[in-house]
């Protein structure tokens, strides 16, 4: 097919599988532009068998890179679009950043981009109700079950890894800090933090990019946001909107998410 094409990528432990992103895949499907949706999973989400002993994290562009030359070896007169969610959006603002002028996808979309990670690795630190029973528990089971999941794969003894320390972890920092830093080959959580960071790659986007976040965000927080990054870069527009947390963005009865028919026009309009 010739059809244009939208690769969707999620959060942290997310996959294919969450509702936002079927929702998304759905509406984008049966959307006038009649577009036709890949779903990026992470390394070892989604039940997907792991085949490599290095996890992905939040500055890790190699997968998507691959997945983008894949999709447009296979197609090459589509149109190609992204859509990121959370430290999807990270990856794939980071992504665009890198690929600068050689970018070949025609528009971006990223809904709560975290954009400096050391600001969001703050605010998921945090003791409060959202982080201890809800978010982090949530995001550590999952990361924990891949992790367990890849135990047979030989792990690289240079990497250093404390595993008595990984098996314990009940923050992600500390996996950031044993896994991340270490395989990544960062000096500390900080330089880990800064590299994986898309706000210094944000300068070099040279393609149509919205992002899409909120005011109310306690994963992502707007003070995290490069405000002035939007208003220098005319290729740049942010919606910042007062509600909608992290990934709601729900409204009406029965409620519904909001943020697909904005993306779905904002797409259509620019490759058409």
């Given at each position: 097919?010739?059809?244009?094409?939208?690769?969707?990528?999620?959060?942290?432990?997310?996959?294919?599988?969450e509702h936002h992103m079927r929702a998304l895949a759905k509406s984008l499907a049966e959307s006038s532009s009649a577009f036709r949706v890949v779903v990026v999973n992470h390394r070892g989400t989604a039940k997907t068998p792991i085949t490599a002993?290095?996890?992905?994290?939040?500055?890790?562009?190699?997968?998507?890179?691959?997945?983008?030359?894949?999709?447009?070896?296979?197609?090459?007169?589509?149109?190609l679009s992204a859509i990121g969610f959370s430290m999807g959006a990270n990856?794939?603002?980071?992504?665009?950043?890198?690929?600068?002028?050689q970018c070949i996808l025609a528009c971006a979309v990223c809904v709560c981009c975290p954009f400096d990670i050391s600001v969001s690795g703050a605010a998921m630190s945090e003791s409060?109700?959202?982080?201890?029973?809800?978010?982090?528990?949530?995001?550590?089971?999952?990361?924990?079950?891949a992790i367990k999941r890849a135990q047979h794969m030989p792990v690289d003894p240079t990497w250093n890894i404390?595993?008595?320390?990984?098996?314990n972890a009940k923050r992600l920092w500390e996996l950031e800090e044993e896994l991340m830093v270490k395989i990544g080959g960062y000096r500390d959580l900080n330089d880990y933090y800064v590299n994986a960071s898309c706000v210094n790659y944000v300068d070099n986007i040279h393609i149509p990019y919205l992002a899409i976040n909120t005011l109310d965000d306690r994963i992502t927080p707007p003070h995290g946001i490069p405000m002035a990054k939007f208003t220098e870069?005319?290729?740049?527009?942010?919606?910042?909107?007062?509600?909608?947390?992290?990934?709601?963005?729900?409204?009406?009865?029965?409620?519904?998410?909001w943020f697909i028919k904005p993306i779905d026009e904002f797409i259509s309009s620019i490759i058409n």
């Open positions: 097919g010739r059809g244009p094409i939208v690769l969707v990528m999620s959060g942290v432990g997310g996959s294919s599988q002993a290095r996890p992905y994290d939040s500055g890790f562009t190699q997968d998507f890179r691959s997945a983008v030359a894949h999709v447009r070896r296979k197609n090459p007169a589509s149109k990856i794939l603002t980071k992504y665009i950043g890198e690929e600068a002028s409060n109700l959202l982080n201890n029973y809800v978010f982090q528990p949530a995001v550590m089971s999952t990361l924990m079950r404390d595993h008595e320390r990984v098996r870069n005319p290729k740049m527009a942010l919606a910042l909107v007062p509600h909608g947390g992290h990934l709601g963005f729900l409204t009406g009865l029965p409620p519904k998410i």
